[in-house]
């Protein structure tokens, strides 16, 4: 290690030490300027007006949730990134080496005697540095992945954003292997750092390196095949490089071979790099052409809904091909199947059935079949059909009919694998229990579309362009996706010769009874009327929720509902750290409510305070972006209620978002009929003005997983 710009080899052996204390100043400093100039805005010093009108927007969340949102994923990342570096740079000044004076010296600074003078000091600083990178990462590490994690989910968008870097790439039931790759950075850096012969340092390198490689190879702990390939044929390279140096150093006389053959697993390496990180920006280019589209078809494609992956591609493929009345058929299915899921959340009953659909079709793979099949219902006659088996127990009645059933399934096996878990349970509970035979054949031509759809594509795949074009697309290499396309392909392709052993199966009353019992394990309750939903209040949290909103409220414009502000429980403290006034739910003219009441339109609004539509004396300052709904209850045009959601937090973004994308559009469109059939149903919702923040509601990985599709 030696000096540089004048300056000596330990200054700047400390300035190396003392790295990661950069990044807090950073964050304090950043903090400071953006804390100075919300306040200089809230007292409209210069020059926060011009920055405004120029589209500037302040930061004005300055609570310890937010913070952390903030800054704790870049420290944890930047952190991670230097620990080789300063577990390095820490056993540097530690490692003393003894001379026959009696005295030892640092090895890589032999002018500096171990433990005197200035060397205590740097010590010190060496010691306290060794224990955070030896025992504090790990043991942070340990708890993360053994302790916090698990205890709140893999899938925890809390989880996911602040910590997904770490164990997001790899299988589910790996997710600590974090642990075992900061292993192999520390025993790397301890044996750099042996006193002893190099010959021996390079076998124990040897041994590190083999036994993780065969943890590797016997794990494959990744998500995904390609970076199981390069992280396994990384190792291997290690492996053979430290077995060729050996070789070398014990018999010269062998580089006439030795060489070529380290340099063709270096070359080929390198190769194995930049076609992962050509695939890595495939991915990118992808995911934005996948923005463009939802936009360009005005579509919503709710990862929370639909398994993007699955096909691979499947959904997206098809509705990129689709004409225009197949378009309109997905876009109908789309807003049935979010309606009913989003209605259904706050009911429990309805929640446990949609789990036992799920848990169904996992075990009867004609079970979609059977229930988008219109000619089942038209067999029931509108007198008969609430007193029919169908409406009673469809589940135990598709069991009892197997037979008849798979004769009308047809030949394909309809692709449930589109769907989410959850969302596929909600699309089978729907079909049971509320759609018209329009909307099952809506259903039924859309899945159909997309079976001949999937068909092309496999055809496609055995061309060279088409399997160029899969190998470049990520999601074939991951293993989940992978085994569950493989699976639903199989089973289409089994389904016509298993069609007959069903049948056959289902005639014993007997083996009906078990496949009640053992392949559906679960017994379904009778379903009667189709219930409403229980409050405009849970509709109101699960759109704040859904758009990751600070705050949402309905303002009532006529008798419906009484002039009365009820935000955050009554908490004045919580009301003032959000920055909700009473000009929030003013319909004064000059104001995007009163906007959007006295036009009869939707408002959006992407900077408050530099929108000339509006009176910023009889505006919220903090209110930046803004969307007025207006809702008629009555369905005669009137405006009876204005529903206003304030400050849209998109994942990853510093600043509230604006709400005019077609996600968020059809998103609100949605909600705000639920919200007008809710307060036409239900006399005892006519009470009061409802507002509430995230703050307020548990958010839940199905939710935020379409906030951050908008």
């Known amino acids: 290690m030696f000096g540089c710009a004048g300056l000596s080899p330990q200054t700047v052996w400390l300035w190396q030490q003392i790295l990661p204390l950069f990044y807090p100043l950073v964050v304090l400093l950043t903090v400071s300027i953006d804390w100075i100039l919300f306040k200089m805005t809230t007292c409209k010093l210069p020059p926060t007006g011009l920055l405004q009108r120029c589209g500037w927007i302040p930061e004005h969340d300055f609570t310890i949730e937010r913070l952390k949102q903030r800054f704790l994923m870049p420290a944890l990342f930047y952190f991670n990134m230097y620990y080789y570096s300063g577990l390095s740079t820490s056993l540097v000044m530690i490692n003393c080496m003894p001379t026959e004076e009696g005295f030892s010296y640092v090895s890589d600074f032999p002018d500096v005697k171990c433990y005197e003078g200035e060397h205590v000091a740097l010590a010190v600083i060496a010691w306290i540095g060794l224990i955070i990178y030896s025992v ?68 124990l390198a040897l041994v590190s390196v083999a036994v993780i490689a065969f943890l590797e190879f016997y794990f494959h702990p990744f998500r995904s095949k390609l970076y199981d390939y390069l992280e396994e044929y990384s190792s291997l390279c290690e492996f053979v490089l430290l077995l060729l140096g050996l070789m070398l150093a014990a018999s010269p006389a062998q580089s006439t071979w030795v060489y ?57 493929g ?37 789990g036992k659909w799920s848990r169904l079709a996992s075990n009867q793979p004609a079970l979609i079949n059977w229930l988008a099949d219109v000619r089942l219902r038209q067999e029931v006659s509108p007198e008969k059909e609430a007193k029919s ?100 392909r199989e089973r289409a392709a089994q389904w016509k010769q298993r069609r007959m052993q069903e049948a056959a199966a289902a005639k014993s009353s007997d083996q009906v009874g078990v496949s009640i019992r053992g392949a559906a394990g679960d017994q ?35 008798n419906l509902l009484k002039q009365s502000l009820h935000t955050f429980g009554g908490n004045a403290t919580q009301k003032t750290k959000r920055g909700l006034g009473e000009a929030d739910s003013s319909l004064e003219a000059g104001t995007p409510a009163g906007l959007a009441h006295s036009q009869n339109t939707t408002v959006y609004v992407s900077n408050i305070r530099n929108d000339p539509r509006f009176t910023l ?22 405006v009876d209620v204005i529903l206003k959601l304030v400050n849209r937090r998109s994942t990853g973004a510093s600043k509230p978002q604006s709400f005019e994308t077609a996600a968020c559009q ?11 059939r809710t307060l036409k149903a239900n006399d005892n919702a006519n009470d009061k003005v409802v507002s509430v923040s995230p703050s307020t509601i548990e958010m839940t990985p199905s939710v935020n997983a379409v906030s951050s599709s908008t």
């Open 617 to 638: 004396s009889l505006v919220s300052p903090n209110s930046y972006t803004q969307v007025c709904k207006p809702i008629s209850v009555g369905g005669d045009g009137k």
């Open 524 to 558: 379904l309750s009778s379903q009667g009327p189709v219930e409403g939903l229980e409050d405009v209040n849970g509709l109101l949290k699960q759109v704040v929720g859904h758009l990751a909103c600070d705050f949402g409220i309905l303002i009532p414009s006529s």
């Open 136 to 203: 504090g990462v790990p043991l942070w590490y340990g708890y993360l992945f053994f302790c916090l994690i698990p205890s709140r989910g893999v899938d925890d968008p809390t989880m996911i954003q602040r910590y997904g870097f770490l164990y997001r790439r790899f299988e589910p039931n790996l997710i600590y292997w974090e642990l075992v790759e900061t292993s192999r950075k520390f025993m790397f850096v301890a044996i750099r750092q042996l006193r002893v012969d190099i010959l021996i340092q390079s076998f």
């Open 318 to 354: 098809y509705v990129s091909a689709a004409t225009t009345e197949q378009l309109d058929n997905f876009r109908k299915m789309e807003k049935l199947i979010l309606t009913y899921v989003i209605s259904s959340r706050n009911n429990k009953s309805k929640v446990t059935e949609m």
């Open 666 to 676: 059809q998103i609100i469109e949605l909600y705000s009929e639920l919200i007008a």
């Open 260 to 316: 070529p053959l380290a340099w063709t697993f270096v070359i080929t390496s390198f190769v194995i790099i930049v076609v992962v990180v050509f695939i890595d920006m495939a991915q990118h280019w992808h995911a934005r052409n996948n923005r463009i589209l939802r936009k360009k078809l005005n579509l919503i494609l709710s990862p929370s809904i639909f398994n993007l992956e699955f096909g691979p591609q499947l959904v997206i």
């Open 389 to 488: 088996k169908l409406a009673k127990h469809p589940a135990k009645y598709y069991l009892s009919t197997a037979a008849e059933a798979v004769k009308k399934s047809g030949d394909e096996l309809l692709p449930l694998g589109i769907f989410t878990i959850q969302s596929g349970g909600g699309l089978l509970a729907w079909m049971s229990d509320e759609a018209s035979i329009e909307e099952l054949e809506t259903v039924q031509g859309v899945l159909k579309g997309m079976v001949e759809f999937s068909r092309k594509q496999h055809a496609a795949e055995k061309t060279c362009s088409g399997r160029l074009k899969l190998w470049n697309d990520i999601s074939y290499y991951d293993k989940a996706a992978a085994k569950n396309n493989s699976a639903w």
